[in-house]
């Protein structure tokens, strides 16, 4: 397999490069690319730095290291732009369009993406982490009045990652219920759900992935058998449809796509927009 270095240059945080440069990126299937994310190059003492290492790279892989930069600075840009990587400006790519279309200069300013421009936006998404916080495993059930979201399934099928990056990313309120054993003896879903019927989203997962899953937590236990997790899985999937209770299957997809598609199927939008 191919192998080449990817930088992603900032004077910021470096997270809008990261983002558009991992999209772009995934698309080339046969390449494999080491990631440098190198953010806050904000003087032109660290971008030469960066400049040393970029050509670095370029001499130890024998071909162009691929550049992303975010850099607002003109002397910065113009800095990097020496180096010997095949570079994308992402700024000078987007901007300059922009700005001819909207008939509007762009202020060039560091981080502004990221940055705490709403002090309501901004404690909106605390509280929501916070809430999925309190509100993980179950965990605070008479607060499900407050919730956006409440996502259910087996234990270790992704609710955790998926109701924190819907929090931080979105602003939703998600909190989660695992369906344990003791729930699986009568028939339906907790009362304590059903109260709540028209927030519940499912997640299933395939049972040889969540095997595997739970035998990293619990070796050789019943809990991590393939017996269990076929049965976990097959009749949770099953009161779900029985209840018309929509579900994502987890298995081939990443928190962030797993968090949208919720987003999109249960109608919601983001809080404070």
């Not at 607060?143 to 924190?164: E, M």
């Not at 269990?228 to 099953?238: D, S």
């Amino acid at each position: 397999m191919i192998k080449r270095t990817a930088f992603f240059i900032s004077d910021g945080t470096g997270i809008t490069a990261e983002t558009l440069g991992n999209s772009l990126l995934t698309q080339f299937e046969g390449v494999q690319f080491e990631m440098v994310t190198l953010p806050y190059i904000d003087t032109l003492e660290k971008a030469h730095a960066v400049v040393g290492r970029v050509n670095d790279a370029c001499e130890r892989d024998g071909q162009k290291a691929i550049v992303f930069d975010t850099i607002v600075n003109p002397e910065i840009r113009e800095t990097i732009a020496a180096c010997q990587g095949f570079k994308i400006d992402v700024f000078e790519s987007f901007l300059k369009p922009l700005e001819q279309e909207l008939q509007l200069r762009s202020s060039y300013s560091v981080g502004k993406s990221h940055a705490i421009n709403e002090s309501s936006r901004y404690k909106e998404r605390i509280a929501s982490v916070n809430f999925a916080l309190d509100n993980d495993d179950g965990g605070r059930v008479q607060q499900y009045s407050k919730a956006d979201l409440i996502l259910v399934g087996v234990s270790r099928c992704g609710k955790t990652p998926t109701c924190l990056y819907m929090a931080l990313q979105f602003g939703i309120r998600a909190a989660n219920y695992p369906i344990t054993i003791e729930d699986l003896e009568v028939a339906g879903l907790p009362e304590v759900l059903m109260q709540h019927r028209d927030k519940l989203f499912g997640l299933t997962i395939d049972p040889f992935h969540l095997t595997a899953i739970r035998h990293e937590r619990r070796p050789n236990s019943r809990y991590a058998s393939l017996e269990q997790c076929e049965f976990e899985v097959r009749e949770v999937e099953r009161r779900l449809k029985q209840l018309g209770i929509s579900s994502i299957n987890t298995t081939h997809f990443s928190v962030e796509e797993i968090a949208t598609r919720i987003m999109a199927e249960a109608g919601l939008t983001r809080r404070g927009v």
